[in-house]
């Protein structure tokens, strides 16, 4: 299931919660969150699989737009979506969950809406009206509502029980100890971009991207971990840095201190602050800096384009038979074109 919302209503802290670890990165700035992020929830005799995902936004540039497509992607690949929103006492949609809620409805899919940020909201009575605009929008697609506070913890275990109940059963995908499928080199580069991100206030927009050169795994004994810190602009290096580089050293500090909670054992942190031009603003400088199409094909790539071929026959050939068409077909045409070599301009 997809955790889809706008940014900064608490999708990430969610997730966190719900695993009990810290994994995703969390701030109270917008769009902190670039990248869907799977964490695997592992309640007695079942698998949630969570996908935390960057808000929905107006996207403007490359990035942004990279952004936004994840979301979509999520909420195209979920079997239930987690819309949160923030709880409020009055019947009002922002513009912002408009836009969102118009998504969510045209997906088509069961809905089970998170009102997050309780803790905040004075008039608990006004929740009613909230949720009665939602549940007039969406109708039967709405499976529950449930009032929670991520950053609290109030009303979490409600609300798994009622995404595990909207949800298929299915086979289990993952090992029962898997947190996540991402790599523990993303989760070390995503601790230090928020790290980055916290220290630097407003001054620096969100142009940071954070690589990691490398990762020595010498556990039990510690985790050597190189990583740079990229910048767009030669003006945004010594915001990054600070005087006499205090500033990169409490990024450092603060975020070995996660690192070494996540991966249980000593850390022995290196960073370097790198200007790379404009990286945001291309798809290739997004791409090099881990935010570019996944190298496998994801299940989007591999669906069955629209034929108007009959393939019944299909049915009756063996498994053998059936693996030397698929081979034949993919050394002809069917690889998508070469975008370099697309034919005539
Ligand atoms: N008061 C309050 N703040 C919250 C709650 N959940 C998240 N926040 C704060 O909202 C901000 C954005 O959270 P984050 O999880 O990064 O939002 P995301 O952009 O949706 O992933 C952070 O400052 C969180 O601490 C909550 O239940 N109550
Ligand atoms: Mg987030």
Do not use: C
Not at 14 to 35: C, F, S
Not at 149 to 167: F, H, M, P
Not at 262 to 277: A, N
């Amino acid at each position: 299931m997809a955790l889809i919302g706008r940014p900064n209503v608490g999708k990430s802290t969610l997730l966190n919660h719900l695993l009990g670890t810290k994994l995703a990165a969390t701030t109270h700035k917008p769009q902190t969150t670039r990248k869907n992020l799977l964490g695997i929830l592992q309640p007695p005799g079942g698998q949630l699989l969570l996908l935390d995902t960057p808000g929905y936004h107006q996207a403007k540039g490359p990035l942004n737009r990279f952004m936004v497509e994840q979301a979509r992607r999520a909420i195209d690949d979920a079997d239930v979506i987690g819309y949160l929103v923030e709880a409020r006492a009055d019947n009002a949609v922002t513009p912002g969950n408009e836009r969102l809620l118009k998504v969510v409805e045209a997906a088509g899919k069961p809905v089970v809406l998170l009102l997050n940020k309780i803790d905040r909201l004075k008039d608990k009575q006004g929740l009613l009206l909230q949720l009665q605009t939602y549940s007039d929008r969406l109708g039967e697609r709405m499976k529950a509502a449930v009032p929670i506070s991520a950053y609290r913890g109030d009303g979490l275990t409600e609300a798994v029980v009622e995404l595990a109940r909207a949800l298929p059963e299915g086979q289990a995908f993952f090992d029962d100890d898997r947190l996540t499928d991402a790599s523990e080199r993303a989760v070390a580069a995503e601790f230090i971009r928020e790290k980055v991100m916290l220290a630097t206030k407003e001054e620096l927009p969100y142009s940071a991207a954070v690589t990691i050169d490398a990762f020595e795994d010498q556990r039990p004994k510690i985790v050597r971990i190189l990583a740079t810190i990229h910048v767009e602009r030669d003006s945004q290096k010594p915001i990054v840095i600070g005087k006499q580089g205090e500033r990169v050293k409490r990024i450092g500090v603060a975020a070995r201190r996660d690192l070494e909670f996540f991966l249980d054992s000593k850390v022995y942190l290196e960073l370097h602050v790198r200007v790379t031009t404009e990286w945001s603003n291309t798809p290739r400088g997004l791409a090099e800096l881990g935010y570019g199409e996944p190298a496998a094909p994801d299940l989007g790539a591999l669906a069955a384009p629209d034929t108007d071929v009959d393939l019944s026959a299909l049915a009756d050939l063996s498994p053998e038979e059936l693996a030397g068409w698929v081979d034949e077909d993919s050394s002809s045409d069917g690889d998508p074109p070469d975008p370099d070599h697309a034919g005539p301009k």
